[in-house]
């Protein structure tokens, strides 16, 4: 089945210790996205990526990072994380990013900070 | 400015009665509308869409109404079962929102036995 993959589910990492999330698709998805979402909230766009062209929100933290190696891959490296980004970060994809286009989630990777 | 408005932060409907779940908007320019479900400790699921071209779609149980002039929108479950438990998200977006999806606050739907 395509589908939005995150690995991992869950990850658990010290205060200040740098942090890779990663997400793969079997969709052929040109655009990418990654959002953190707390609690029951709902999600935060953090940033895009339009195949390799990349588009950060505007008070997405200098902290966040992604890097989109190729189509079906997407990271989102947190350098330094604090307490307050404990949160689920979730990936998402949709075919060509217009206004009716439909985004698809992965299952999101759970961060926990100590 | 919440551009997106679910007002009722919880709903309880019994087990094979109808859910609704109501969203209300503020920018005219969104066209297209969406409805996410999601449990706990998962991402979001994509339930049902509509565009601003039309006023009804339906899948299965799901069926989402538009009403432009009001600018709201209602997403029907009928009958509601035990696994629509779960909290729903509207979502909307607009040909200016350079991708971004304009989400409201979610409504926690309990499905009673």
């Known amino acids: 089945d395509a589908m939005v993959i995150q690995n991992p589910r869950y990850q658990v990492t010290q205060f200040g210790k740098p942090v890779t999330l990663s997400c793969s698709q079997t969709l052929n998805h040109n655009v990418m996205y990654w959002y953190q979402q707390k609690s029951s909230q709902a999600p935060k766009l953090l940033f895009h990526y339009y195949d390799k062209d990349f588009n950060n929100e505007a008070d997405t933290p200098d902290n966040f990072q992604s890097r989109r190696p190729n189509t079906s891959f997407c990271f989102l490296d947190i350098r330094s994380p604090g307490l307050g980004d404990a949160a689920m970060y979730l990936c998402a994809t949709s075919l060509a990013g217009g206004s009716t286009d439909t985004q698809y989630f992965g299952p999101g990777t759970r961060l926990t900070v100590l | 400015d919440q551009q997106v408005k679910q007002n009722s932060p919880s709903l309880s409907v019994q087990e094979g009665r109808i859910s609704i779940l109501n969203c209300d908007y503020t920018n005219s320019m969104f066209d297209y509308f969406l409805w996410y479900k999601k449990y706990p400790a998962e991402g979001p699921t994509f339930l049902i869409s509509?565009?601003?071209i039309k006023d009804k779609n339906e899948d299965g149980r799901f069926t989402v109404f538009l009403n432009k002039s009001a600018k709201h929108l209602s997403l029907h479950i009928v009958p509601s079962q035990p696994g629509d438990s779960a909290v729903y998200f509207c979502a909307a977006s607009a040909p200016d929102s350079n991708y971004q999806l304009i989400w409201g606050a979610g409504t926690k739907l309990i499905i009673k036995p």
């Open positions: 509509i565009s601003s």
